[in-house]
């Protein structure tokens, strides 16, 4: 599975953006696709996940009602639209996926196979 991610930029604090990650290659209905990001010295932190191409979306706390995951199952593309930015959500975003992964292991980066390659969110206060 290939990933390319982008849409990064900057932003005020209180702002909007909207992510993409593209997909190609060995997808199926079977396929999570989850967005993780990393802000530096910190931990790679979970953001959202849809599980299994279509099923529940699953969100990280700090982001819980600000950020949406959606998909375009036609385009094999997933969107993560962001709203009222705050400072600490810079961060650069992932997008990743994994073929078998089990809903327990949902919100642990070490658990999906793919990665796509980063893009930068800075939100300015």
């Known amino acids: 599975v290939q990933l390319q991610a982008s849409g990064g930029g900057l932003v005020q604090d209180g702002g909007s953006l909207r992510l993409s990650c593209a997909a190609s290659g060995r997808t199926s209905s079977s396929t999570t696709i989850g967005w993780f990001r990393q802000a530096p010295g910190k931990e790679r932190e979970f953001v959202a996940a849809?599980?299994?191409?279509?099923?529940?979306?699953y969100y990280g706390d700090s982001v819980k009602n600000r950020f949406t995951m959606s998909i375009d199952k036609a385009k094999n593309t997933v969107f993560l639209q962001m709203n009222s930015l705050k400072p600490e959500d810079t961060a650069v975003y992932y997008c990743?996926?994994?073929?078998?992964?089990?809903?327990?292991?949902?919100?642990?980066?070490?658990?999906?196979?793919?990665w796509g390659q980063g893009t930068q969110v800075t939100v300015s206060s």
């Open positions: 849809i599980f299994r191409s279509g099923g529940r979306t």
């Open positions: 990743a996926a994994d073929n078998s992964l089990i809903l327990s292991s949902l919100r642990n980066y070490e658990q999906y196979d793919y």
